[in-house]
């Protein structure tokens, strides 16, 4: 059966707004974790829990000639048996082993005879590295696989650029791994680096005349701020130039950071049921990534920890002559701009897309290289920066990889439960110093979906929050057909305005919403995917009337093959702490040849298509874009719009097209409470599958409050089959 395939967000609030969507270092043990080090280290997939660990003297030399009982574990406290150890690779004669006969008859991560027990895979990030950079680059790898390669070893070249491309499979030839380097040398594309720096510079320029300008703030529709004279005129006009540069810096590094994200937990996943010491080398100039855009990156963390791949970084920027400062207006560290000298609406007003704690990511000192740091400290790798010498940083990281342990012990403690369980090792020898992971999480084996902590606390609570919901929230998850075997569910949701709270700030309105959707297959606990993410949207004075007469609206498309699946969804408000749980059932039939319609969605929002729109949206039709109304409340005053799609309806002999006739009649208190209503349908549309559209809208003016039903009848006059649905609404004062 086919499974989850794509996720398409939409963040829709009634007005044109556009929304870009969407640790722990090796250390010493006797360091305690921060709060910071508790965020993710190891993801685990059963109660075997496997680590990678180096051994140092009090000089700082690494020590290779440990064996399995000169290591002792304990979790939370509570000691734990090695049953599974592998010795450093530097130890050649020495595979993976159990450490007694009894645990040898288990599964074990141990290499088959034969098989390389050093997985290496080297990755070139294109997103980022310039042209001019990739001679020391070429040379340092080139360096590296004549010299540190070895039969023991298996090596594969990747490339990222717009994708993931692999330009050498897993190999110990030397002569194909030196051919795959030079062809990705002579083939890489202009990275991104370059349009980014170019657009720093706009903004710092742009920065330096606004605050050259005249003091005062400026109101951007406002045309006494043109009339105060020409210099408040062109001020104006930089602002609104500012904004335009931060949109597209913003959407410039969700295009360097995604493909990037996605290239590393590809590699990762593909190596989880690898047996043997899996490392991961990139070279990349570095990138920043907007908020958005975090649980992606801890997502890629938590799929690297557990398939116990650690992650080495190089700067390919190599040697820089001093350490690059950012444009005017920006405070010498980093979070001066969010410190308790700067009001907290500028702190927490987000400018075109950028919000101030963004804008520390993208300026400063060497952001760009925050989040090479965290992804190689957190996945138990290092991240090497400011040598021309690539070789010598690459002999580095394989001194370090052919040094590690590998230790496994079997959980006492089964319950996963996802909480944090601190993880120390200790050898019995003295003046060493142990280096690796502090810990994991102790996530559920049919969990392959990572989560943070604070979305797995809120499921943990699924059932008490659907008991005592305290936000009204109305959920609507219609399908329809792709092609055979796949469907696209437009998962949507309304919540009404007076039950969020807002942050009223000068003419700003601000809302903070959390979305948290899981989709399992009916009866099971694997989760297939994760849907939604944290908004934080700030209304403009227009925005924020047309919202308060309205719904709140989200959307966020999935595509499913055919089966039963449930769908958890949480909503939470984090202004007043108001949180919503829904389950919904959805059943996925296998494709045949009946004569089916989907479920009638209701509406009272159409709108002409956008003439710049590339892709038909599942909801238009006839040049009009439908938006789906899940709470079916009504006011007398508005059309009822009814949206579903017919599928396999049989062609007519005599005119060559099919004939269904749908007949509504509006029912109230089981009575009607409209005359029937008779439409005829003869029009097939090709795509995505053969289908009739039924879009049509009903006058509700003169019917009173009260609760309706709408009886649908959709007869296929060619085969005389009838479908019969029924779908309820209201309409309100």
Known sequence: VMKVRRIVTALNILVPIAFLLAAIPAQSQDKPPTKSDDQDVIKITSNLVSLDVIVKDKKGKLVTDLKAEDFTVSENGVPQKIEFFDSTLSTLGVTGQ????????????????????????????????????LKHVREGMLKYTRERITDHDSVALFSISSGLQLLQP?????????????????????????????????????????????????????????????????????????????????VLSSQQTRPVLAALAAIAEGLRSVPGKKTLVMFSQGFVAPESLDWQIQSMIDIANRANMAIYIIDSTGLTGGTPTSGALVAASPLGGISA???IEHRRRAAAGESVFDITR??????????????????????????????????????????????????????????????????????????????????????????????????????????????????????????EGLYLVPLSLEIAPNAIQFDHKGDKHRLQLDVLGIVRDE??????????????????????????????????????????????????????????????????????SSFWTTEPVLSRHAEPVKPTTRFADIFSADGAQIRPSPSREFHATDNLIVFFQLYNAAVSRDTGTPLVRVTITLMK??????????????????????????????????????????????????????VRQDKSFEIVP
Do not use: C, W
């Open 523 to 592: 009866g099971e606990e694997k989760i297939l995917t994760r849907l939604g993410g944290n908004f934080d949207v700030a209304l403009s004075p227009q925005q924020y009337e047309s919202i308060s007469h309205d719904k709140i609206f989200y959307r966020q498309d999935i595509q499913l093959g055919a089966g039963s699946y449930t769908v958890d969804l949480i909503v939470r408000d984090r202004l007043s702490g108001r949180v919503a749980a829904k389950r919904a059932k959805l059943e996925l039939p296998v494709d045949d």
């Open 170 to 250: 897993f190999t110990h030839d030397k002569g194909a791994l030196i051919a795959a380097v030079e062809k990705a040398y002579d083939s890489s594309t202009v990275s991104k680096t370059s349009e980014a720096r170019g657009l720093s510079e706009n903004i710092s320029a742009l920065r330096d005349k606004i605050s050259a300008g005249p003091p005062g703030e400026t109101v951007a529709s406002s045309p006494a701020a043109a009339a105060a004279g020409s210099a408040m005129a062109e001020k104006m006009i930089a602002q609104r130039m500012l904004e335009q540069y931060i949109q597209l810096r913003s």
């Open 669 to 722: 208190d089981g009575k009607p409470a409209t005359r029937p209503i008779d439409y005829q349908l003869t029009e097939t549309a090709p795509d995505p599958v053969p289908h009739l559209t039924f879009a049509k809208y009903i006058k509700l003016v003169g019917l009173p409050p009260g609760k309706y039903s709408a009886l649908i009848e959709s007869r296929d006059i060619v085969q005389q089959k009838v």
């Open 341 to 343: 000298d700067t009001d």
């Open 362 to 483: 993208q300026e400063g000192l060497n952001r760009q290289q925050d989040l090479l740091y965290r992804i190689s400290e957190d996945t138990g790798g290092h991240f090497i920066k400011n040598t021309n010498d690539i070789g010598a940083g690459l002999e580095r990281i394989d001194s370090e990889i052919r040094s590690r342990y590998t230790l496994a012990y079997r959980s006492t403690d089964s319950n996963f439960d996802g909480s944090f369980r601190k993880v120390r090792i200790e050898v019995r020898r003295p003046d060493t110093n142990v280096l690796t992971r502090a810990g994991y999480y102790a996530i559920p084996p049919s969990q392959i979906v990572p989560m943070s902590p604070d979305d797995r606390k809120l499921l943990a609570n699924f059932a008490n929050l659907e008991a005592n919901s305290t936000l009204p929230l109305s959920l609507e998850l219609p399908s329809f057909r792709v092609r």
């Open 98 to 133: 159990s450490t007694d006969a009894v645990a040898s008859t288990k599964q074990k991560p141990q290499s088959p005879a034969g098989f390389p027990r050093n997985i290496v895979a080297l990755v070139l990030d294109g997103q980022s590295t310039e042209l001019a950079n």
